[in-house]
Each structure stands twice: as C-alpha cells, then as structure tokens.
C-alpha cells in the first residue's frame, strides 16, 4: 500500500465553484500534516498546515480524520490563480523528512 | 525573514560526468537540511537529510552523495551521472514548526 495517496486528477472546475480533494495516508502514527501547492515547474509551496480540530485560512478548510487516516482540502469560491497541482504531505514513519502523495492536479476554468 | 537558494536553476550534463548542486539558507540557524528529487510525473523522493553540519542520512541507495560543510550550506555530488539521474531536485529547510520550505530547484537533464 502507497504510504500517502491522492486522486491525480485532473478536477476541472468552473471559477467560482467549490472543490474538495482527499488523502490517505497509511501510517497510523504519523504526527503533522500539510497541504502544499505546486505550480508547473516550480517548487512546492507551503498552503497551510492541517491540525486536528481542522483549520481554515481564507477560502481554504483542511480536515483531518485520524480514524480513517484521512485529510481533505477545501477550496471556496475558486479562483483561476488556483489552478495548481496540490500535494498531501504526511511528516511521520522513520525518517525526519516528509512523504508526500503525488498530486492532485486541479484545473479552474473561466 | 528566511530564504533559501539553490543554483544552478538548470543543469545539462552527460551521463558519467560530475555533478555538484548547491544550496544555502539564510536568516535561520542550524536548520533541517533535505534533497528531494522529482522525476517526470512523479512524486518528490527524500534523497538526504541533515540535521546539522556534517550529520547526513540517507534515504535511498544510489550514485548521489550529500555533504553539510557549513550550518546553512548543503551539497549534493555525485562523481559519474547517471540517465536516470535526471530530475528536478529541490532542496528544503525546516526548523521547529516541522513545516519544510523549498528552494526554486535545480532541473537537471543528464544526455
């Protein structure tokens, strides 16, 4: 079993719609989580941290569900700059490093 | 605030030749250093990890080598290039919110 998984997508989505992606991880031990964005060809970017309680920043909710070792991302009233490739990161598993999932690859058309 | 840096930002090389990518951070002190490789359409793999100067754990097996020689400095070598070494390599920094930041990353193409 992959350790983090994501739907690759792609999601289009018209401007102004609400889009929601989810992630498995396998590690039930697993400590911190995040949302990274990454835009072609560039390097991935911070988006927001996802905390037990879940959290919201701006148009942006992350959820996690340990339980069934899942996090979600929500994206409100979404906006053409969001067309990116985000990524699920899970911190935890033996190395200090993070696992990452492959993308989600969201597609905002006008 | 922190930045990190990494050059070159591409890289051709032929394969058995030298390769030696560097990366500093600025404005934070004994960070978490890492190397990341990204390969076509594929997810990022944690090559090297550094938890200060001269400490280096590696991930996976492979031609690559890693080196801390100073707090805020990472390297990563390898002495002869393989095809497969190709990617986009990208280093990062993390202190204590465990959060890791990037560099813009060095495309590498080895012919």
């Known amino acids: 079993r992959k350790e983090v998984e994501q739907d690759p997508g792609p999601f289009n989505v018209p401007e102004g719609a609400t889009v929601a992606f989810n992630c498995t991880y396998s590690?039930?031990?697993?400590?911190?989580f995040f949302w990274y964005r990454q835009d072609c060809r560039k390097e991935p970017k911070l988006l927001m941290s996802v905390y037990s309680s879940g959290n919201e920043d701006g148009r942006f909710t992350a959820q996690l569900n340990r339980a069934s070792q899942y996090i979600s991302l929500l994206i409100r009233d979404s906006k053409l700059s969001d067309s990116a490739t985000y990524l699920c990161?899970?911190?935890?598993?033996?190395?200090?490093?993070?696992?990452f999932g492959k993308g989600t690859h969201l597609i905002i058309q006008p | 605030s922190q930045t990190i840096h990494q050059w070159p930002a591409t890289l051709v090389q032929p394969v058995g030749s030298p390769l030696s990518l560097e990366c500093t951070v600025e404005g934070t002190s004994n960070p978490n250093l890492y190397w990341y490789r990204q390969a076509a359409g594929r997810g990022l793999q944690l090559l090297f990890y550094s938890v200060g100067i001269g400490q280096i754990s590696s991930e996976v097996p492979q031609n690559l080598s890693a080196s801390r020689p100073q707090d805020r400095q990472f390297i990563l070598s390898s002495k002869k290039l393989l095809l497969s070494d190709s990617g986009f390599y990208l280093c990062a920094w993390s202190g204590g919110a465990r959060a890791q930041y990037f560099g813009p990353g060095t495309r590498l193409t080895v012919t």
């Open positions: 590690n039930s031990a697993s400590q911190s």
């Open positions: 990161v899970v911190l935890g598993g033996g190395a200090d490093g993070l696992t």
